[in-house]
Protein backbone atom coordinates (compact mmCIF):
# COMPACT_ATOMS: atom_id res chain seq x y z
CA UNK A 1 0.00 0.00 0.00
CA UNK A 2 1.57 3.50 -1.03
CA UNK A 3 1.34 6.44 1.28
CA UNK A 4 0.84 9.55 -0.14
CA UNK A 5 2.90 12.94 -0.18
CA UNK A 6 4.25 13.81 3.15
CA UNK A 7 3.44 10.56 5.10
CA UNK A 8 5.70 8.59 7.60
CA UNK A 9 5.49 5.42 8.02
CA UNK A 10 4.88 4.33 11.81
CA UNK A 11 8.06 2.61 13.35
CA UNK A 12 6.39 -0.30 14.62
CA UNK A 13 8.10 -3.53 14.97
CA UNK A 14 6.32 -6.79 13.47
CA UNK A 15 4.85 -9.02 15.89
CA UNK A 16 6.23 -12.18 15.50
CA UNK A 17 9.60 -11.43 14.53
CA UNK A 18 12.33 -11.22 17.06
CA UNK A 19 14.70 -8.54 17.00
CA UNK A 20 17.26 -10.89 15.72
CA UNK A 21 14.91 -11.40 13.06
CA UNK A 22 13.79 -14.94 13.89
CA UNK A 23 9.97 -15.83 13.68
CA UNK A 24 8.38 -16.25 17.26
CA UNK A 25 5.25 -16.84 18.72
CA UNK A 26 3.63 -13.51 20.56
CA UNK A 27 3.54 -14.16 23.96
CA UNK A 28 -0.20 -12.89 24.81
CA UNK A 29 0.07 -14.69 28.93
CA UNK A 30 0.22 -10.80 30.13
CA UNK A 31 -2.75 -9.93 28.04
CA UNK A 32 -6.22 -10.04 29.73
CA UNK A 33 -9.30 -12.13 28.25
CA UNK A 34 -11.87 -10.44 26.73
CA UNK A 35 -14.59 -11.06 24.49
CA UNK A 36 -13.22 -10.60 20.58
CA UNK A 37 -14.80 -10.79 17.03
CA UNK A 38 -13.48 -10.42 13.55
CA UNK A 39 -15.27 -10.40 9.90
CA UNK A 40 -13.79 -11.07 6.76
CA UNK A 41 -14.66 -11.32 3.54
CA UNK A 42 -14.02 -12.52 0.25
CA UNK A 43 -15.67 -12.82 -3.08
CA UNK A 44 -15.29 -15.55 -5.92
CA UNK A 45 -15.82 -13.50 -9.55
CA UNK A 46 -17.18 -15.76 -12.38
CA UNK A 47 -19.03 -15.78 -15.55
CA UNK A 48 -22.77 -15.33 -15.40
CA UNK A 49 -23.63 -18.89 -16.75
CA UNK A 50 -21.60 -20.25 -13.87
CA UNK A 51 -23.52 -18.25 -10.97
CA UNK A 52 -27.06 -19.84 -12.36
CA UNK A 53 -25.37 -22.95 -12.66
CA UNK A 54 -24.57 -22.72 -8.88
CA UNK A 55 -27.89 -20.71 -7.58
CA UNK A 56 -29.93 -23.67 -10.06
CA UNK A 57 -28.32 -26.54 -7.71
CA UNK A 58 -27.04 -27.55 -10.98
CA UNK A 59 -23.19 -28.00 -10.11
CA UNK A 60 -21.36 -31.73 -11.21
CA UNK A 61 -20.30 -32.20 -7.79
CA UNK A 62 -23.23 -31.04 -5.48
CA UNK A 63 -24.81 -28.27 -3.41
CA UNK A 64 -21.69 -25.53 -3.80
CA UNK A 65 -23.26 -22.74 -1.50
CA UNK A 66 -24.23 -24.67 1.34
CA UNK A 67 -20.70 -27.00 0.95
CA UNK A 68 -18.39 -23.82 0.79
CA UNK A 69 -20.05 -22.58 3.70
CA UNK A 70 -19.43 -25.65 5.77
CA UNK A 71 -15.40 -26.22 4.27
CA UNK A 72 -15.48 -22.51 5.70
CA UNK A 73 -15.80 -22.93 9.47
CA UNK A 74 -13.87 -26.23 9.10
CA UNK A 75 -10.79 -24.81 7.96
CA UNK A 76 -11.63 -21.99 9.94
CA UNK A 77 -11.34 -24.34 12.87
CA UNK A 78 -7.91 -25.51 11.95
CA UNK A 79 -6.25 -21.95 11.95
CA UNK A 80 -3.57 -22.67 13.90
CA UNK A 81 -2.79 -25.96 12.11
CA UNK A 82 -2.05 -23.79 9.17
CA UNK A 83 -0.80 -20.60 10.10
CA UNK A 84 2.63 -21.45 12.10
CA UNK A 85 2.67 -18.28 14.44
CA UNK A 86 -0.81 -18.28 15.06
CA UNK A 87 -2.43 -19.13 18.50
CA UNK A 88 -4.95 -21.63 18.81
CA UNK A 89 -7.46 -20.08 20.43
CA UNK A 90 -11.75 -21.79 21.60
CA UNK A 91 -14.04 -20.70 19.34
CA UNK A 92 -17.50 -19.64 20.88
CA UNK A 93 -19.00 -18.65 17.44
CA UNK A 94 -18.18 -19.23 13.67
CA UNK A 95 -20.59 -18.38 10.87
CA UNK A 96 -19.93 -18.46 7.05
CA UNK A 97 -22.15 -16.95 4.76
CA UNK A 98 -21.99 -17.33 0.90
CA UNK A 99 -24.44 -15.13 -1.00
CA UNK A 100 -24.53 -15.18 -4.70
CA UNK A 101 -24.85 -11.07 -6.26
CA UNK A 102 -25.79 -11.60 -9.75
CA UNK A 103 -25.37 -7.63 -10.44
CA UNK A 104 -21.35 -8.42 -9.95
CA UNK A 105 -21.77 -12.17 -11.32
CA UNK A 106 -19.78 -13.52 -8.00
CA UNK A 107 -20.38 -15.02 -4.79
CA UNK A 108 -19.92 -13.45 -2.00
CA UNK A 109 -18.00 -14.41 1.27
CA UNK A 110 -18.43 -13.23 5.07
CA UNK A 111 -16.34 -15.29 7.61
CA UNK A 112 -17.72 -14.08 11.74
CA UNK A 113 -15.41 -15.66 14.22
CA UNK A 114 -16.08 -14.95 18.00
CA UNK A 115 -14.05 -15.88 21.41
CA UNK A 116 -13.41 -14.92 24.48
CA UNK A 117 -9.36 -14.94 24.75
CA UNK A 118 -6.26 -13.12 24.97
CA UNK A 119 -5.91 -12.57 21.25
CA UNK A 120 -7.87 -11.86 18.61
CA UNK A 121 -9.64 -13.82 15.74
CA UNK A 122 -8.76 -11.98 12.82
CA UNK A 123 -6.87 -15.29 11.15
CA UNK A 124 -9.98 -17.77 12.25
CA UNK A 125 -12.57 -15.13 10.35
CA UNK A 126 -9.86 -14.85 7.23
CA UNK A 127 -9.30 -18.53 6.99
CA UNK A 128 -13.17 -19.39 7.06
CA UNK A 129 -13.35 -16.92 4.07
CA UNK A 130 -10.38 -18.09 2.60
CA UNK A 131 -11.39 -21.49 2.92
CA UNK A 132 -15.09 -20.83 1.41
CA UNK A 133 -13.92 -19.20 -1.83
CA UNK A 134 -11.35 -21.84 -2.19
CA UNK A 135 -14.25 -24.77 -2.30
CA UNK A 136 -16.52 -22.64 -4.40
CA UNK A 137 -13.64 -22.50 -7.35
CA UNK A 138 -12.68 -26.47 -6.49
CA UNK A 139 -16.57 -26.80 -7.36
CA UNK A 140 -16.50 -25.09 -10.18
CA UNK A 141 -13.27 -24.80 -11.93
CA UNK A 142 -14.57 -27.99 -14.24
CA UNK A 143 -16.80 -25.24 -15.81
CA UNK A 144 -15.20 -21.91 -15.06
CA UNK A 145 -11.09 -22.12 -14.83
CA UNK A 146 -11.41 -18.29 -15.10
CA UNK A 147 -13.22 -18.19 -12.00
CA UNK A 148 -11.33 -15.44 -9.28
CA UNK A 149 -10.90 -15.38 -6.14
CA UNK A 150 -10.29 -11.51 -5.17
CA UNK A 151 -10.66 -9.19 -1.81
CA UNK A 152 -9.96 -11.28 1.10
CA UNK A 153 -9.70 -9.12 4.08
CA UNK A 154 -11.16 -8.09 7.24
CA UNK A 155 -13.74 -5.71 7.63
CA UNK A 156 -14.21 -5.45 10.97
CA UNK A 157 -12.99 -6.21 14.73
CA UNK A 158 -13.52 -5.92 18.37
CA UNK A 159 -12.32 -6.43 21.96
CA UNK A 160 -8.84 -6.51 22.79
CA UNK A 161 -6.09 -3.31 23.68
CA UNK A 162 -6.94 -1.87 20.20
CA UNK A 163 -10.92 -1.84 20.29
CA UNK A 164 -13.30 -1.19 17.89
CA UNK A 165 -11.99 -1.16 13.83
CA UNK A 166 -14.19 -0.86 10.79
CA UNK A 167 -12.82 -0.94 7.24
CA UNK A 168 -13.45 2.29 5.48
CA UNK A 169 -15.82 1.93 2.64
CA UNK A 170 -14.61 2.06 -0.77
CA UNK A 171 -14.33 4.60 -3.28
CA UNK A 172 -16.77 3.65 -6.16
CA UNK A 173 -13.35 3.53 -8.24
CA UNK A 174 -12.64 0.15 -6.04
CA UNK A 175 -15.77 -1.02 -6.17
CA UNK A 176 -16.18 -1.21 -9.86
CA UNK A 177 -13.45 -2.77 -10.76
CA UNK A 178 -13.05 -3.93 -14.53
CA UNK A 179 -12.84 -7.95 -14.63
CA UNK A 180 -10.11 -9.56 -16.71
CA UNK A 181 -11.23 -10.69 -20.30
CA UNK A 182 -12.39 -14.45 -20.21
CA UNK A 183 -9.69 -16.73 -21.55
CA UNK A 184 -10.21 -20.00 -23.85
CA UNK A 185 -11.83 -22.72 -21.79
CA UNK A 186 -8.84 -25.61 -21.13
CA UNK A 187 -9.47 -29.16 -21.44
CA UNK A 188 -11.90 -30.87 -19.01
CA UNK A 189 -9.94 -32.83 -16.64
CA UNK A 190 -11.69 -35.53 -14.38
CA UNK A 191 -12.16 -35.02 -10.75
Keep these: MALGPGKRIDRRRLT ?15 KPVTARRAVAEAEVAMAQETLSLIIDGGAAKGDVLTV ?3 AGVMGA ?5 LIPLCHPIPLSDLVVE ?28 LTGAAVAAL ?27 SGEWHRPAPDAAEVERPRPPRGVRGPRRAG
Design 77 to 81: KRTAE
Design 16 to 30: HVDRTGRPRMVDVSE
Design 135 to 161: TVYDMIKGVDRGAEIRALRVTEKSGGR
Design 98 to 125: VRPDRARSLLAIRATAATVAQTGVEMEA
Design 68 to 70: AEL
